[in-house]
């Protein structure tokens, strides 16, 4: 019988007394995690469908990552960019041999990755060209130009101005995109697969069409994967579905396993316009988060993980897909590989809490798209047992 979570007061306390209450918690204290499932204080199991705001690609901690974390703590953990370091020198060659064959900067969140994308664009126009195209719905992180970016005016309340420079527009719409390039565009930023904005998945041919506008104006074309990369949708990266190359590529969550890291992607020429001494990233690229980078490229690869996803993805479809069906307030199921998303007619936030109670731990965006960011690491299983959770408390809500 499901029940209301709880956890210990005194950790309460602790946050009340002393942590920024800049984000909604959950009533609980997660004290440990394995694979698909976490543990809270008062000794409880959840299965997990949103772990880590889905940074736990490979579930929660997974093994190979732990013993590299815990091999390379004991030889180095952190030194700065201005020596070299074989552990970042070889994260880099494996990024660049399963992308574009760029270059990497490294830094630590998503937000850093989308900073770095923007001042290169900007750089690399000498011509004094300045201007950014991004997309409503779109989410680039919390820093001033990552949050400029972000063509949501929720995220903009109270803190203007913001950094000038960016025109929005609907997402997927191209003759919106061609009419906003004029002679002060530098750069196209979009996310090949919406994820905060609800797993918006492009229509066919809307990347291949701004490859070759961004061609036709001489603009750079960056992707945002923070969230779509990695291995998340079944290939290394989204942009792979497609075969639309970026100049520009942004990383983070899943990157590394669950540890903090972040990297933007480049080609060798635009590399060039990143110059000594124009940016920086003080625990970018540090030996602990290569050698988790690492480990992960290396664990999807000798488990088969991107076949995985594909194959999970499907079963979450076939799990959900019945409830558009069966349900007038169930709008349309979305799945990307492992990006999930059930659009709802009512808002999603009474289904989240009602599974956290049943043990089942998903997330809501945009208020009304329920979203699910799983491990490439799950059983069919677990699958079956969270989507049916899910399925029981969303017939429920209809009941209500």
């Known amino acids: 019988m499901a029940s209301a979570p709880t956890m210990n007061p005194a950790t309460a306390d602790l946050f009340a007394r002393y942590v920024v209450p800049n984000y909604t918690r959950s009533p609980i204290a997660l004290v440990r995690g394995e694979g698909s499932h976490v543990w809270d204080d008062q000794g409880r199991p959840y299965l997990d469908f949103f772990p880590g705001w889905g940074c736990n690609l490979l579930g929660h901690c997974p093994p190979p990552v732990v013993r590299a974390i815990q091999e390379q703590a004991a030889l180095l953990i952190h030194v700065p960019n201005t020596w070299h370091t074989e552990v970042q020198g070889r994260w880099a060659q494996l990024l660049s041999q399963h992308s574009f064959g760029g270059k990497a900067f490294f830094c630590n969140s998503g937000a850093e990755a989308n900073e770095a994308a923007i001042k290169l664009a900007r750089l690399h126009a000498t011509d004094g060209r300045y201007k950014i195209i991004t997309f409503r719905g779109g989410f680039h992180g919390r820093t001033y130009g990552a949050t400029s970016a972000t063509a949501q005016p929720k995220y903009h309340e109270g803190i203007g101005p913001l950094l000038g420079g960016f025109s929005y527009a609907p997402y997927g719409d191209l003759e919106a995109v061609r009419s906003l390039v004029d002679r002060e565009t530098c750069a196209i930023l979009i996310e090949p697969v919406q994820g905060e904005g609800g797993i918006r998945i492009p229509p066919p041919g809307f990347l291949q069409a701004l490859r070759a506008l961004a061609d036709q104006h001489n603009l750079l074309l960056i992707f945002d994967e923070v969230q779509s990369g990695c291995g998340r949708t079944g290939k290394w990266f989204a942009y792979q579905q ?25 080609t060798p020429e635009l590399a060039k316009s990143l110059r000594p ?17 690492i480990a992960t490229i290396e664990m999807i690869e000798s488990e088969n993980l991107l076949d995985r996803a594909v194959q999970l993805g499907e079963r979450f479809r076939s799990r959900l897909a019945p409830l558009v069906e069966e349900l007038p307030f169930v709008k349309e199921l979305r799945v990307c590989g492992l990006m999930i998303g059930l659009e709802l007619a009512i808002e999603g936030a009474d289904i989240v809490r009602r599974c956290l109670e049943h043990g089942l731990l998903i997330n809501c965006t945009q208020g009304t798209v329920i979203r699910l960011l799983p491990a490439m690491t799950l059983s069919d299983q677990q699958v079956d047992e969270g989507c049916a959770i899910l399925a029981d408390t969303i017939r429920a809500t209809a009941g209500a």
Do not use: Q, R
Request: aromatic share 2%.
């Open 242 to 266: 497609t075969g639309t190359v970026p100049d520009v590529m942004t990383l983070a969550k899943s990157l590394c396993g669950g540890v903090a890291g972040a990297a933007m992607m480049t």
């Open 277 to 293: 001494g124009m940016h920086a990233a003080t625990f970018g690229g540090n030996p602990i988060a290569a050698a988790a980078g």
